[in-house]
């Protein structure tokens, strides 16, 4: 069966950066492209980018103004994102999550247990 | 960015009831829409996709309808494990966004 397992909780200082691993199993790690989703504490979901676990190519949201970069390791079937400069703001929850393409759309079928990620001095 | 509203944001309702949720994108994005459900301490899990289709595995009680810039999401009977936050995301262009959620609990 699918699965998608983010690694532990982690604490941050301001300043510092974060690397969060999402190791999937179940499916052909290369045939499809993983999405990064976060969750701020009482507020919605955001998007903030995807790579193509096949041929390595990313996309990031432009909100995240260059501090986050997503990367795999096709020989351990995981992708991380790390997120740098870190600041209170980037206190959530985040989640990776598989992309299926059908019909020209795009959605996320399996997603990770989440990470959460704090950030406090 | 493509801007997601839902409504209402919250709504308290029984079992057995026939539940509507509205979602409307600040342009037009054909029908490239989804629905997740969340609850509480848990990843979000796709309910419907393409603004109709319904995911493997839910109940036939979820339905979803809509195109261009307005859609609904409809639970025709409410179950126990159905309270839970729903949120809708256009796929329609990076990057891509999702409605503020709409919280239904136990009336």
């Known amino acids: 069966q699918v699965q998608l397992v983010q690694s532990g909780a982690e604490v941050k200082k301001p300043g510092a950066s974060v690397k969060v691993s999402c190791k999937a199993s179940?499916?052909?790690?290369?045939?499809?492209?993983i999405h990064w989703v976060r969750q701020a504490p009482g507020q919605r979901l955001e998007w903030m980018g995807w790579?193509?676990?096949?041929?390595?190519?990313?996309k990031y949201s432009q909100n995240f103004q260059g501090r986050v970069s997503i990367t795999r390791d096709t020989s351990a079937s995981t992708v991380y994102m790390e997120l740098s400069s870190l600041r209170s703001e980037d206190t959530a929850v985040y989640y990776c999550?598989?992309?299926?393409?059908?019909?020209?759309?795009?959605?996320?079928?399996?997603w990770g247990q989440g990470t959460l990620v704090t950030v406090s001095s | 960015d493509i801007q997601m509203t839902q409504s209402p944001s919250s709504l308290s309702a029984s079992i057995g009831d026939r539940v509507t949720i509205t979602c409307r994108a600040s342009?037009?994005?054909?029908?490239?829409l989804n629905w997740y459900q969340q609850k509480p301490g848990k990843a979000p899990k796709l309910l419907i996709y393409?603004?109709?289709s319904l995911q493997s595995g839910v109940p036939s009680t979820f339905s979803g309808s809509g195109s261009g810039t307005d859609f609904t999401l409809t639970i025709s009977s409410l179950q126990p494990e159905d309270f839970a936050t729903y949120y809708c995301?256009?796929?329609?262009?990076?990057?891509?966004?999702f409605g503020p959620g709409t919280k239904v609990d136990i009336k």
């Open positions: 999550a598989r992309q299926v393409l059908f019909g020209g759309n795009y959605f996320f079928d399996f």
């Open positions: 179940g499916y052909t790690f290369t045939s499809y492209v």
């Open positions: 790579i193509n676990a096949g041929d390595g190519n990313t």
């Open positions: 342009q037009s994005i054909n029908s490239y």
């Open positions: 393409t603004a109709s």
């Open positions: 995301q256009q796929s329609y262009s990076t990057p891509f966004t």
